[in-house]
T-cell receptor, first 114, second 113 residues
Framework: EPEVTQTPSHQVTQMGQEVILRCVPI?????FYWYRQILGQKVEFLVS????????KSEIFDDQFSVERPDGSNFTLKIRSTKLEDSAMYFC????????????FGPGTRLTVL | GNSVTQMEGPVTLSEEAFLTINCTYT??????LFWYVQYPGEGLQLLLK?????DKGSNKGFEATYRKETTSFHLEKGSVQVSDSAVYFC????????????FGTGTSLTVIP
């Protein structure tokens, strides 16, 4: 069964450094999403992406965040200058154009900012 | 706005016990409702969904009914197994807000033999 994959599974970085989290959505999906979950808190929406542009973003998704689909398979989340409070689990998701209300999630990347 | 409130955990049950995990929601439109499950070390997997009032989603012995009158989508299973040990997330998506998902906090379930 096709699945969303994410790399790395765990990323440790120093405060102020840039990180790129990578996702490979399901191949025929056209809608892509990033969510995050700070330890002990809810999974929160960050951004949705369709047709090579951001379609929705939350107030969390400020200027330090960016997303990109650099080729036909990858979908990346970049955090330019990480802060301690960016430490969280980051989930990528994708959805089928015929069933956009259902999203398929990857296993997550645990980001630790020191 | 949209939000999901989910029963706090952790929940510990003996094998073959009955499971209920409560979930209520608030929504501005007509959301679709979901239960996702996260097994240790894995991602969020869709367990079941319901897209309109009175729909019942079911999968792997789990069921949940979309109750508009009580704004609830409680997860139930008649007889849990050790392999059901996981974290369960209730969620909604609303086409009025671009189908972004709103999640509950997750409920950790441990089933002991």
């Amino acid at each position: 069964e096709p699945e969303v994959t994410q790399t790395p599974s765990h990323q440790v970085t120093q405060m102020g450094q840039e990180v790129i989290l990578r996702c490979v959505p399901i191949s025929n999906h056209l809608y892509f999403y990033w969510y995050r979950q700070i330890l002990g808190q809810k999974v929160e929406f960050l951004v949705s992406f369709y047709n090579n542009e951001i379609s929705e973003k939350s107030e969390i998704f400020d200027d330090q965040f960016s997303v990109e689909r650099p080729d036909g398979s990858n979908f990346t989340l970049k955090i330019r200058s990480t802060k301690l409070e960016d430490s969280a689990m980051y989930f990528c998701a994708s959805s089928d154009p015929d069933s956009t209300d259902t999203q398929y999630f990857g296993p997550g990347t645990r980001l630790t900012v020191l | 706005g949209n939000s999901v409130t989910q029963m706090e955990g952790p929940v510990t049950l003996s094998e073959e016990a009955f499971l209920t995990i409560n979930c209520t929601y608030t929504a501005t439109g007509y959301p679709s409702l979901f239960w996702y499950v996260q097994y240790p070390g894995e991602g969020l997997q869709l367990l079941l969904k319901a897209t309109k009032a009175d729909d019942k989603g079911s999968n792997k012995g789990f069921e949940a009914t979309y109750r508009k009158e009580t704004t609830s989508f409680h997860l139930e299973k008649g007889s849990v197994q050790v392999s059901d040990s996981a974290v369960y997330f209730c969620a909604l998506s609303d086409a009025n807000t671009g189908n972004q998902f709103y999640f509950g906090t997750g409920t950790s379930l441990t089933v002991i033999p």
